[in-house]
């Protein structure tokens, strides 16, 4: 029997009483945390039991209706129906252990714990209390002087009385501890027998009804011998393909390839070097599918993608530091450098990372290939000349037929597959991701391959290309006595040299002309549409969204505009050009456009998200424009695009994302006749009353 609090011990409140106290309350804290354990778990077993007969009344009802599907045949029906009746008590059996259990148990545990706990509770925040009054008396009994006696008196009085008042309380709590020791003996043990002798009653009576099972279950045993034999037989024929692998593969040599059904190229353990931390490298398992590099930090994690496209990647032996078997995949935002074991375990690995890269180049130059021989959809709208719409060709092969654009314009590296757009270059993926990081204000990078282009975009790079720009930003090299990277530099020699080139245009022929004089230049070769002089303009200071004064406040965006040249008007755009601005007059360039009736530019600015509403000092926005001087192709076009923003704004939050499907097709139609053919979007005008005048064309013909 356990040991209980003495009560002559608590009087005395020794030290050892206050260690046996301590004791108590700890057993009796545990005790409750463990009862309260037990009673939720049992009410979660009552719970599952609870809906297992309500899971297994339902099935006894598809019994009862397959038995009702058998009722010709008197073998299968008799068992049916013995089996659903001897479940059917189960069932009820099931019913009765649950609530004997939950009387069992969760009944008589709370009312042990209902009973003591909450007056435990109590009385244990009295005693505390009083303890610490007792304490407070006593130090106040010791500081009183012995020259004060009637202080000393009252001292003494006070520690007598509340001396008292802590025994009683102590004695109190000391009869509470022990009497719940010992009812919660008598409790706990008349509940787990109440559950047990409830377990038992339901075991035997199972065991009662599914006595009559005996022949089924000697044919199951007759059954699981045979298993057995089959299973010994499994057995040996996995310790004969255990030992077959040991002695062929398991050589210590490192396995590459992939398991069989596999969709990995090459997988396995190699170092990873860390990016925020050099010296650090941790191994990992990577493997390469479906064009991506993929890594796991451990067997507790999932797959990480750690290269999204093999295609915007490159790879290359790293030779020039300390460790051994080292290699290095670049992208435009990242590089990695990975080690594996041995040289011929990397050259493995560049091969089939060089393998990946070559075989997606291959795939997509296939689909470009393919997607330019498909014809576009035909026009909308049956106004507009018929003929063999224009094709599209493979950005790559356009691109790279501009001046000197077979090689990176900053570094020399053959076969570029990236660009800048608003440049007009060709660059290879490591300076594209340098060029990247100057920001989009400076330089546009997009794919040579895996990004959709506009013709005029390609046509930049065509005029312009690596030869030209070279020729503006790299004029004064030879002065500088500043030496061009080649392929083989380092990234940081690269990016010194860019920036230098492009942020710095240390390299550029300074102007002798003022910054107006620079402004008016860029205006008059916009309106000559001189795509060259323009970079020239832009390289030496010019601002691109400069007004001049003589020409009513206009930019070089709205010469352009009025000059009629639809690659100008992509330039500026690209550089930065506030496609809205408009001059002295209220006008912008999508004003002069639909004045002069240029059908592209109207076209481009619409696109680039040129404001039609904006009216003009005689009140006229580039609708009416279009109507007074009856072009009805930018009429049209500028219909359209305000049909499709009151569509879009109808359909409000709810709707479909971006432009009408029809409004896409009939934009892209215009864009690619601007383009390729632009004769065919030679004016055609119609009558005030808005007709077209085809029907005097053809009384003339």
């Not at 075989?359 to 470009?368: H, I, P």
Request: proline share 3%; with cysteine; hydrophobic share 35%.
């Amino acid at each position: 029997m356990e040991a209980l609090l003495d009560f002559e011990e608590c009087i005395k409140d020794s030290p050892e009483f206050r260690l046996s106290l301590e004791q108590f309350e700890a057993d009796v804290s545990l005790l409750e945390t463990q009862l309260d354990k037990v009673m939720k778990l049992c009410g979660k077993m009552v719970e599952a039991g609870q809906a297992y007969s309500a899971a297994n009344q339902l099935f006894l009802s598809g019994l009862a209706e397959l038995s009702m599907y058998h009722k010709k045949d008197s073998v299968i029906n008799n068992c049916l129906n013995q089996f659903n009746q001897g479940l059917q008590e189960m069932v009820s059996f099931h019913t009765m252990l649950f609530d004997q259990t939950q009387r069992a148990i969760n009944q008589q545990l709370t009312n042990l714990c209902s009973q003591f706990l909450p007056q435990l509770s109590e009385t244990r925040r009295e005693f505390q209390r009083i303890g610490e009054d007792l304490d407070s008396a006593a130090l106040k009994n010791a500081q009183v002087s012995r020259h004060k006696a009637a202080d000393a008196e009252r001292a003494g009085h006070l520690l007598l009385a509340t001396r008292k008042c802590y025994q009683h309380f102590a004695l109190d709590y000391c009869l509470q501890l022990n009497s719940f020791k010992t009812q919660q003996r008598i409790d706990i043990l008349n509940a787990i027998f109440s559950f047990v002798h409830a377990q038992f009653t339901f075991f035997h009576q199972g065991f009662d009804l599914l006595r009559d099972l005996e022949p089924t279950t000697k044919t199951m045993a007759a059954q699981l011998s045979q298993m057995s034999t089959d299973c010994a037989a499994k057995r040996k024929d996995l310790e004969n393909t255990h030992l077959l692998v040991q002695q062929r593969d398991a050589s210590g040599e490192t396995i590459i390839s992939p398991c069989p059904g596999s969709d990995d190229i090459i997988q396995g353990y190699l170092f990873k070097r860390s990016r925020r931390k050099s010296k650090t490298w941790k191994r990992c398992w990577l493997s390469i599918r479906e064009n991506q590099l993929l890594y796991r930090k451990s067997h507790k994690e999932e797959s990480v993608v750690l290269f999204e496209d093999l295609r915007l990647c490159a790879v290359k032996s790293l030779d020039h530091i300390d460790r051994r078997f080292c290699f290095e995949l670049l992208s435009i935002q990242k590089c990695c450098a990975l080690q594996v074991d041995s040289e011929p375990l990397k050259q493995a690995w560049l091969s089939a990372l060089q393998g990946s890269i070559d075989l997606a180049y291959r795939e997509t130059d296939v689909s470009l290939l393919t997607q330019a021989k498909e014809p576009p959809p035909p026009l909308g709208g049956g106004d507009l000349p018929t003929g063999p719409p224009a094709q599209r060709v493979p950005a790559l092969s356009v691109a790279l037929s501009g001046p000197g654009n077979l090689r990176c314009c900053d570094c020399g590296e053959e076969q570029p597959r990236w660009a800048s757009v608003n440049l007009g270059i060709t660059v290879c993926i490591e300076c594209s991701g340098i060029h990247r990081s100057l920001g989009v204000h400076l330089s546009k990078i997009r794919s040579l391959t895996l990004d959709s282009w506009e013709p005029e975009q390609l046509k930049l790079l065509c005029i312009l290309g690596n030869d030209v720009i070279n020729g503006i930003y790299e004029a004064r090299c030879s002065e500088e006595r500043r030496v061009k990277p080649t392929t083989d530099s380092p990234r940081a020699d690269k990016e010194i040299w860019i920036k230098e080139k492009y942020v710095e245009k240390r390299f550029v022929h300074e102007a002798q002309r003022e910054k107006v004089d620079m402004g008016r230049g860029l205006y008059q070769s916009a309106l000559a549409g001189d795509v060259v002089a323009m970079a020239t303009a832009l390289a030496q200071g010019a601002e691109v969204n400069g007004s001049i004064a003589e020409e009513e406040g206009r930019t070089a965006l709205i010469g352009a505009a009025v000059g009629g040249s639809l690659l100008a008007c992509e330039f500026l755009l690209q550089n930065g050009a506030n496609v809205n601005h408009r001059d002295l007059r209220g006008r912008g360039a999508l004003h002069a456009a639909a004045t002069a009736g240029h059908t592209g530019q109207v076209c481009l600015l619409l696109k680039r998200g040129a404001n039609q509403y904006a009216v003009d000092e005689r009140g006229q926005d580039p609708l009416a424009i279009a109507v007074e001087t009856a072009n009805a192709d930018i009429v049209t076009l500028l219909r359209m695009a305000r049909m499709n923003e009151e569509m879009r704004d109808s359909e409000g939050v709810f709707g479909s994302v971006g432009d009408d499907e029809t409004f896409q097709d009939i934009f892209r139609d215009f864009s690619d006749m601007a383009s390729h053919d632009p004769e065919r979007l030679s004016r055609r005008q119609f009558s005030r009353g808005g007709e077209e005048e085809e029907e005097e064309e053809e009384e003339e013909k």
